[in-house]
Every structure is written in C-alpha cells, then in structure tokens.
C-alpha cells in the first residue's frame, strides 16, 4: 500500500501512513521549559512532592522530570537521561527521553532551565528553633562522674544517634547537650527513639531507668506530652574490685540490672544482680593492680617479689592460672593478694 503522506509504497503502520512518516509527525514526550525544585540550604535536601529527601541532584532531578513529563505510552522501555550545566546560578539541561516502538529507537531531546528554591525543611526549622520532644538524663548513684567518663557517655550517645539517623531517622537530633556537675542531659527531638536510646545505655553502662511525662501545651486542639528518661547509672564501674558475701571479685562487665564479675580466688566467672553489688564495698578500679617479679611456682601456688622492697609473698594460684611470664599483675585487697585475671 501507499503512504499517504510520502506516496511511497511502504507498510502502512497507522492512519494511513508509514513508520517513517508516523514518527516524523509524532512527538511523544512533552514537558515544561523551565522546572523548580526546592532545595533546603541547611541539610542540603531536596524536596519531592512533600518529603524532603537526601538523594543526589541528578537523581531528583529525574524524579521531577518524570513527573512533570508527559510521556506517550506507545514508548516501551522509556529511560531518561539528562546532561546539566550551571552557571550564575542558573542551571541549563538538556533532557532526553528514550524508548522503543515496534522496534524503532526514538529519543526525543527538551531543553530545560531548572530553578534551584531555596526553603528550610520542617526538620532544620525545628533544629534551629530547639525543639525537642525528650530528654535523656544520665546520673550517677552516690556518685559524680569522672571527665573521662561524661566523654565516653557523651561519645556513646551521639555515636547512637547517628546511628539511628543512618538507619533513616531523618527527624531525629540532638537539640542542646547540657553537661552538669551530677550527670548529662540531652534534648531529643523524637521521644520514641529517645526511649530507644535510653535502653541501649542502661544495657551498656547497667543502672536503674525510670520514665516520666511533662505537658508541653496543645496542638491541634490535642494535649502534648515531652518525655523525661532518666538512666541512673551505679556506683560500681566496669573494671572495679569489690567484695560481696566475703568474696573478693572484679567486675567485667555491666548489663542493665547485672553485672558479670570474676572470683578471685578461684577465677569462676559469676552474674550477680546489681542491687546486691550496690551495698557492697566497692574498693577502686585498675589503678590498683600492680606489676610483680614470679620467683617460683609449683601446680597451686606461686611465690611473688615486690620489685621495690623486695619482700617474697607466697599465694594460691587459681585452678585455671597459668603463669608463663617474669612479671605478673595482682591486687591487693583488705590485706589479700590476688592473682590478677588478665584473661
């Protein structure tokens, strides 16, 4: 048959016309010449429909291309390519559309501007106006905090938050850190999370939690609520030696209400619940433990030098000691010497 258009013989495809004359006449993608996208100058974002995302330019920019394009269904395999230039602020791009039809390549190109807007995302506006929805108060039991432990609490916490903001808490911050004589506060903007958090540091550094609830005014015509987590951490430390029903132990770790101690006499590990530590003598940490020269050793017991008055001391060894070394860790204790449990 012939093309009604070209007068040539060929096979008609539609409306009376051939493949190559369909397609000279046909436009199958159509789009705006200039195109905005909002863009938050604080955390960099870019705002999609009404959720502000953190994706690359190019990528966002495809997203609205997409949107804001009408494209012809006859098009099989549509992808969408785009090639940018800025300058003076001013972002000129070239858009090309491709797909196939009946086994024709067909890429169209459009000429666009994209305007960058400039707007503070929710999240940065309530950073930036302290909002907060939690606090986590962090204290200690009969005790003040030691620098270097208000730095390993406050490096915990903040390594927790971004931990969580990686995980895709976007909306999660810490608005204020106050560091007090008696503890730490952090402000939260997201009170779930912040209860999350709270559990993970009762879990790591143990110690008591207690909750409470505080009206923060109304808000479409509801009642709100800021929340209050208190983790009130024990007396005793990772690293302590202290004595519970006349027996001497080191402490090695903390979960939540219990710790994990060594005996050490006998080196038996052994899980006690932290109430029970609390009234307990608690006698000092590491800085106790001392270096000793090994003199001799039979298969229980092993005689020690002090290295400084040279005076000998002969102790039972543990069931599970093995001493290999010229030098030993002990500690000394209500007048006891023990073997340090280094491993």
């Known amino acids: 048959?012939?093309?009604?258009?070209?007068?040539?013989?060929?096979?008609?495809?539609?409306?009376?016309?051939?493949?190559?004359?369909?397609?000279?006449?046909?436009?199958?993608?159509?789009?705006?010449?200039?195109?905005?996208?909002?863009?938050?100058?604080?955390?960099?974002?870019?705002?999609?429909?009404?959720?502000?995302?953190a994706e690359p330019?190019?990528?966002?920019?495809?997203?609205?291309?997409?949107?804001?394009?009408?494209?012809?269904?006859e098009l099989k395999g549509v992808t969408i390519q785009t090639r940018c230039n800025e300058k003076d602020r001013v972002i000129t791009c070239m858009v090309f559309i491709s797909g196939s039809l009946e086994g024709y390549t067909i890429t169209e190109q459009h000429p666009l501007t994209v305007r960058i807007r400039h707007n503070t995302c929710e999240i940065c506006s309530r950073e930036a106006g302290g909002y907060y929805e939690a606090i986590l108060q962090i204290r200690s039991e009969h005790r003040t905090f030691t620098d270097v432990e208000l730095k390993t609490l406050r490096s915990a916490v903040e390594k927790m938050v971004g931990q969580f903001q990686e995980s895709g808490k976007r909306g999660l911050f810490i608005t204020d850190i106050d560091v007090k004589r008696e503890g730490l506060d952090f402000f939260l903007s997201e009170k779930g999370t912040a209860l999350s958090i709270a559990k993970k540091v009762q879990e790591q550094f143990g110690g008591d939690f207690k909750q409470s609830a505080s009206s923060a005014g109304m808000k479409d015509s509801r009642q709100v609520y800021r929340m209050t987590y208190l983790v009130r951490i024990p007396a005793y430390r990772k690293g302590d030696f202290f004595v519970f029903d006349s027996v001497y132990y080191y402490l090695i770790s903390l979960h939540a209400n219990k710790v994990r101690a060594i005996d050490l006499s006998s080196w038996a590990e052994k899980v006690i619940e932290g109430k029970d530590v609390l009234p307990s003598r608690i006698f000092g940490g590491l800085e106790m433990v001392k270096e000793m020269i090994v003199v001799s050793q039979s298969k229980n017991e092993i005689q020690l030098m002090d290295s400084k008055s040279y005076a000998t001391v002969e102790i039972h060894k543990p069931k599970d000691a093995s001493v290999d070394t010229a030098m030993v860790k002990t500690v000394k204790l209500d007048g006891y010497l023990f073997l340090f449990p280094e491993k």
């Open 1 to 53: 048959m012939f093309c009604v258009e070209c007068g040539k013989d060929e096979s008609i495809f539609r409306n009376g016309v051939c493949m190559n004359c369909y397609l000279k006449h046909t436009q199958f993608s159509k789009g705006p010449p200039i195109l905005d996208v909002m863009l938050c100058p604080r955390c960099s974002s870019y705002k999609y429909k009404n959720t502000w995302v």
């Open 57 to 73: 330019f190019d990528d966002i920019l495809k997203r609205h291309i997409k949107d804001a394009f009408s494209i012809s269904p």
